[in-house]
């Protein structure tokens, strides 16, 4: 097998029938691997996103169950850590649960992984928002050593702090050769609302932005805009975040960490508008004031670094992706309102 590819290669993809997952596994199978392991509790997740392929082994439950551990491959050549507790919201409503999905599948994990020598890389699904300065002023683009704040909006940002440390951790003491990916928003197809098992929140089913608006907007209901919209994100394609973090186990310094993003700010606001414009929805915005919980504001990444030493660089703009998004949810309307109807009793009794 190639350094330089990922032809004849094992690799671990803990959640990969996660939204962010199964694109990548979707695009290592064009890679020619010998197999993909999937581990997934399908907490957040729907099995129909892992592909029917021989060469995929889905093994159900959490990377924090010991037998699971212990059945993973010895001869693993890479391993990507995708699984989390989705997402912010949910984290504040149950931290302990944030804790269970995020914090503690990180330690077990690295702890089984130090122990497999053929690895050469474990890349992480680190979170930019976790560095990222909380401003409602022009941005600077967020850069991979940007200080690292004590005080969080939510438990989700501080697990996904801790998920660093402790690779770091495991880096420094037993040689595990630990990238960090620092995702910005991902968008895209298969991200299906309200996978997975309730949560306690309507966040099961109204997750990031993005599927949100495009599934409101595709029903005509109006676009709610928390701060009037002018909140800002680097939203990058699913794709590209595939592609991003195969550079990352390929070309990735161990120890090292990139952001993953477009280098572009693009306002919730805007994000509306395209939406409203692709799926033909009339309805004017709902412009509502700000949460109480997030002061994160405006943001978008440095790309800078991922562009020099991964030779990575996003390829499809907001509207494109947009569009792609649009055109998948429409064809998968009826997987998408399934997965949200089982959950329909359960939120009119939150709300």
């Not at 399908?42 to 129909?48: G, K």
């Not at 330690?107 to 300065?133: D, G, H, P, T, W």
């Not at 197809?189 to 089913?205: C, N, S």
């Not at 033909?280 to 991922?306: H, V, Y």
Request: charge should be negative; aromatic fraction near 10%.
């Amino acid at each position: 097998m190639s350094e330089n590819s990922f032809s004849n290669a094992s690799v671990l993809v803990v959640g990969g029938a996660g939204f962010v997952g199964s694109n990548l596994v979707h695009m290592l199978l064009q890679q020619d691997v010998r197999e993909v392991v999937v581990v997934d509790n399908l907490l957040s997740s729907d099995v129909s996103n892992i592909p029917a392929d021989k060469r995929v082994r889905f093994v159900f439950g959490s990377i924090t169950d010991d037998r699971i551990l212990a059945g993973l491959p010895e001869d693993l050549d890479y391993a990507f850590h995708l699984a989390c507790f989705h997402g912010n919201q949910s984290s504040i409503a149950d931290p302990f649960a944030d804790h269970d999905n995020n914090t503690y599948t990180s330690l077990k994990l690295f702890e089984r992984l130090k122990n497999i020598r053929s690895l050469k890389k474990v890349v992480y699904a680190a979170a930019a928002c976790a560095v990222a300065e909380k401003t409602y002023d022009a941005p600077t683009a967020t850069t991979e050593d940007q200080p690292v704040t004590l005080y969080h909006d939510s438990p989700y940002s501080i697990s996904k702090i801790i998920g660093e440390l402790y690779g770091n951790y495991y880096f420094q003491r037993h040689g595990l050769p630990f990238v960090k990916a620092r995702f910005s928003n991902v968008y895209g197809p298969r991200e299906v609302l309200g996978a997975g098992q309730w949560r306690g929140t309507v966040h099961t089913v109204w997750r990031n932005v993005t599927p949100t608006f495009i599934w409101r907007s595709l029903n005509g209901e109006a676009l709610p805009l928390d701060n009037g919209g002018n909140a800002s994100r680097d939203f990058i394609f699913v794709e590209d975040m595939a592609r991003g973090l195969m550079a990352c186990a390929l070309k990735g310094e161990r120890g090292g960490v990139y952001n993953l993003a477009t280098g572009r700010e693009t306002t919730i606001l805007d994000l509306a508008t395209y939406i409203n414009e692709f799926t033909g929805n009339a309805t004017p915005l709902d412009l509502r004031p700000a949460r109480d919980w997030d002061r994160s504001g405006k943001r978008f990444a440095s790309t800078e670094k991922a562009e020099k030493d991964l030779g990575f660089t996003a390829q499809v703009d907001i509207r494109e992706g947009l569009g792609r998004t649009v055109e998948w949810t429409v064809a998968n309307r009826e997987l998408i309102a399934r997965s949200i109807s089982k959950h329909d009793k359960l939120m009119a009794q939150v709300n």
